[in-house]
């Protein structure tokens, strides 16, 4: 049974990190969609909501998204939509239905590195940065290379220039969890490309070598060919879901499909 014994709503951050540190079983609650799934006694919940934290603008030469966001705020803000040909709504669209995506948050999604993500492969990919409270301001792959540990996710930021990028996903069943997912993205200025792979099933990775791989506009198919061969190289597993092999394999079809998807534009 999931249990929460009292919910807080703290006035400032440094108020609520104080209730997330003062006991083990103390919990930020995000959308609650997936701590309610869980058999979790929860003895303080900490609601981010009198913070402020609902914004997406645009400043600095970034676009900031506040954890509170749910991926109902993104779906619909026109400043999402137009960010690289509306890749992130693209991305969030299959998961699950229009009420889960209204209610689930950005901060949440992000801090809990769900190896199932949909959303971690997209930020990957455009080369997102994330602020937590107590770590601050980091890019997301180190972010997500670091050991869990207790703080807050603040913001995460886009940075707003020219991206060309597609994403893929593979599922069983509509609205099922993906058995596995892939995004890339090409910096118009440098012709710089990121591709990141994610549910194999474990937390979504960037294939560095891609970047050298890929460099310029248009790759001939002896560079996709290279790309796959360093797909290879990464770690995939098994579960009820797929095997590792079979990840592997479709990771390559997805990527490929992503990266001509990229080029044709
Ligand atoms: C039935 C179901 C199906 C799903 N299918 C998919 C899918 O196909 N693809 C996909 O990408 N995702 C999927 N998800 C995950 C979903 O998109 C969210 O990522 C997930 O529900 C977490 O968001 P939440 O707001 O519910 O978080 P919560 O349940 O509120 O919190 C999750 C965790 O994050 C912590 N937390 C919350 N906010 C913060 C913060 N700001 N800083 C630090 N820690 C914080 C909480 O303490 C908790 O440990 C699914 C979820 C559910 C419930």
């Not at 869990?148 to 060309?164: A, E, G, K, N």
Request: proline fraction near 5%; charge should be neutral; aromatic fraction near 6%.
């Amino acid at each position: 049974m999931f249990e929460i014994r009292q919910v807080v709503t703290p006035a400032t951050l440094d108020e609520a990190y104080g209730a997330l540190m003062a006991n083990r079983n103390n919990r930020i609650l995000g959308g609650v969609a997936f701590l309610k799934m869980g058999h979790k006694l929860i003895n303080q919940g900490i609601s981010l909501e009198k913070l402020g934290l609902d914004y997406i603008r645009q400043q600095d030469g970034w676009i900031d998204i506040g954890a509170t966001c749910t991926y109902g705020q993104l779906s619909t803000s026109p400043l999402i939509q137009a960010y690289s040909g509306g890749v992130i709504v693209q991305a969030l669209q299959p998961i699950v239905g229009v009420q889960l995506r209204n209610r689930v948050q950005v901060g949440a999604s992000v801090f809990s590195r769900y190896g199932f993500s949909d959303f971690l492969p997209v930020l990957l990919a455009l080369g997102a940065e994330v602020t937590l409270h107590q770590a601050g301001r980091m890019p997301l792959e180190a972010f997500l290379a670091q050991p869990l540990s207790r703080d807050i996710l603040i913001t995460v930021h886009l940075p707003d220039r020219p991206q060309t990028s597609a994403c893929q996903s593979l599922r069983y069943t509509a609205s099922d969890l993906p058995v596995v997912n892939c995004a890339v993205a090409r910096d118009e200025a440098s012709g710089t490309w990121r591709l990141a792979i994610g549910a194999r099933p474990g937390r979504a990775l960037l294939v560095p070598a891609a970047s050298t791989l890929l460099a310029g506009k248009q790759p001939d198919s002896t560079a996709i060919e290279q790309v796959s061969a360093a797909i290879a190289q990464m770690t995939f597993g098994s579960n009820a879901r797929a095997s590792a092999d079979y990840r592997e394999a479709m990771a390559k079809v997805l990527a490929q499909r992503a990266i001509e998807e990229v080029a044709s534009c």
